[in-house]
C-alpha cells in the first residue's frame, strides 16, 4: 500500500500543478518563478514515468480499454458510436441553447444543468472526434459515404428526440421547483 501511495500522491501534485500552472496569468509571473514550476512539473513527470507502480497502474486502464477496442474495431461499431456521438451532440446543444432560451424567459435558470449540458456537449464533441480518428485509422466506415450519412441522420434525429425528452424534463423541474418555493397559503381560523 506504501509503495502505491507515493506515485498516487505525484499524480496529484502533478495534477493540482497543472491546474495551477495553466490557470495562472503568465505575463504576471517572472521568468525565473516560470521555469522553476516548468522544471519541477518535469521532474515530478519523470519519476512518475520510471515508476514501476504508475506503470502498471498505466497498462491496468489500458490493457482492457485496448482488448475491447480491438474486440470492437468492425464498421458497424464505428457506425454505432458515430450515431451516438452526433446524436450527444446534438441534444446537448440544443438543450443549452433552445431549452436554456426557454428558462431564461422564464426567469428559472438553473447553473447546475448549465454546466452539466456543457460538460455532455464536450464529452460528445471530443467522443464524436476521437470516434471518427479511431474510424479513419482502424475502420473501413470513413470510406463509405452511404455509412456516414446513414449514421449521421440516426444520430441527428436520435438528438433531437433526446432533446425532446430532456427538455421536458427539465421544464417540469423547473415548474416543480417554482411551486415548491410558493409559500402554502394560511389557513382560516374558524370561530
Known amino acids: ?11 496529484g501534485l502533478l495534477a493540482v500543478s497543472s491546474f495551477a500552472w495553466a490557470a495562472l496569468p503568465q505575463e504576471d509571473m517572472t521568468k525565473d518563478a516560470a521555469k522553476a514550476v516548468n522544471e519541477k512539473i518535469g521532474e515530478v513527470s519523470a519519476k512518475m514515468n520510471q515508476s ?37 451532440v446534438v441534444s446537448f446543444a440544443l438543450q443549452l441553447v433552445l431549452t436554456k432560451l426557454l428558462l431564461l424567459a422564464q426567469l428559472k435558470m438553473n447553473l447546475a444543468e448549465i454546466f452539466s449540458d456543457t460538460l455532455g456537449l464536450l464529452i460528445s464533441l471530443v467522443g464524436l472526434v476521437l470516434t471518427t480518428q479511431a474510424a479513419t485509422q482502424n475502420s473501413t466506415f470513413t470510406s463509405s459515404p452511404a455509412a456516414v450519412v446513414s449514421s449521421a441522420a440516426v444520430g441527428l434525429i436520435a438528438g433531437f428526440v433526446f432533446y ?13 421547483r417554482t411551486v415548491s418555493a410558493e409559500p402554502a397559503p394560511k389557513e382560516r381560523r374558524g370561530m
Open 52 to 88: 514501476q507502480t504508475v506503470q502498471e497502474i498505466s497498462a491496468g486502464l489500458l490493457d482492457p480499454i485496448y482488448q475491447l477496442a480491438e474486440y470492437m474495431g468492425v464498421p458497424w461499431f464505428y457506425w454505432a458510436a458515430f450515431a451516438l456521438m452526433a446524436a450527444g
Open 164 to 176: 425532446l425528452w430532456g427538455q421536458r424534463l427539465e421544464l417540469r423541474a423547473a415548474a416543480r
Open 1 to 11: 500500500m506504501r509503495k502505491l501511495m507515493i506515485p498516487l500522491w505525484c499524480v
